[in-house]
């Protein structure tokens, strides 16, 4: 399988900084990866697919890059409802594979 | 809009047959795209465990040891999962999505998930 390990597993920050979130694939998966959102109790949102094209909605204080194995998620400002747990998934070998996700959370 | 809801029992026993179906509202399946069955147990991250074609064709997860098994049904648009033999590792909230128009790509469209609990 395809691991996709994040890092760091909790970001402490504060509304208005800026985070940068990476995902790393243990195999190459060229431009197959996406990001996702999640708040508690809630499904996961898609954010970002093909591994900088923002879904439908999504604010372009998200953005995203990377290829290979090396990938990154930005938001530019924090807002306090980006407060979530971020995960990455790589679609491009089988199975499909997500990574453990990062926790962001209010320093 | 895609809407999908999630439905079964959330309680199953030990060694029995888990059965979700997600019904699908918005769209016809038959109209394209494949749909998905992702679990995450409590506290945990996202396992992709299969997903289906209107036309019936799946790809699964090796990690269910041929465990499950998913269907569709266009005329009710709905599609199912079919998970034998559970175990209390399969506690989980399963959600059913849509995926984009890459096959078995990302998911874009969710359920709100249906926390299912293995336990005698």
């Known amino acids: 399988d395809t691991v996709m390990t994040q890092s760091p597993a909790t970001l402490s920050v504060s509304p208005g900084d800026r985070v940068t979130l990476s995902c790393r694939a243990s195999?190459?998966?060229?431009?197959?990866l996406a990001w996702y959102q999640q708040k508690p109790g809630q499904a996961p949102r898609l954010l970002i697919y093909d591994v900088s094209t923002g879904a439908t909605g999504i604010p372009a204080r998200f953005s995203a890059s990377g290829s290979g194995t090396e990938f990154t998620l930005s938001i530019s400002s924090l807002q306090s409802e980006d407060f979530a747990v971020y995960y990455c998934?790589?679609?491009?070998?089988?199975?499909?594979?997500f990574g453990q996700g990062t926790k962001v959370e209010i320093k | 809009q895609v809407q999908l809801q999630e439905a079964g029992p959330g309680l199953v026993k030990p060694s029995e047959t888990l059965s979700l179906t997600c019904a699908v509202s918005?769209?016809?399946?038959?109209?394209?795209?494949?749909w998905g069955w992702i679990r995450q147990p409590p506290g945990k991250g996202l396992e992709w465990i299969g997903s289906?074609?209107?036309?019936?064709?799946?790809y699964y997860n090796p990690s269910l040891k041929s465990r499950g098994t998913i269907s569709v049904d266009t005329s009710k648009n709905h599609f199912s999962l079919t998970l034998r033999f559970v175990i209390a590792a399969d506690t989980a909230v399963y959600y059913c999505?849509?995926?984009?128009?890459?096959?078995?790509?990302?998911?874009?469209?969710w359920g709100q998930g249906t926390l299912v609990t293995v336990s005698s």
């Open positions: 918005g769209y016809s399946i038959s109209s394209g795209y494949y």
């Open positions: 999505a849509r995926h984009t128009s890459v096959v078995v790509g990302p998911f874009e469209h």
């Open positions: 998934q790589q679609y491009k070998n089988w199975p499909r594979t």
């Open positions: 289906i074609y209107h036309s019936g064709s799946t």
């Open positions: 195999q190459g998966v060229s431009s197959n």
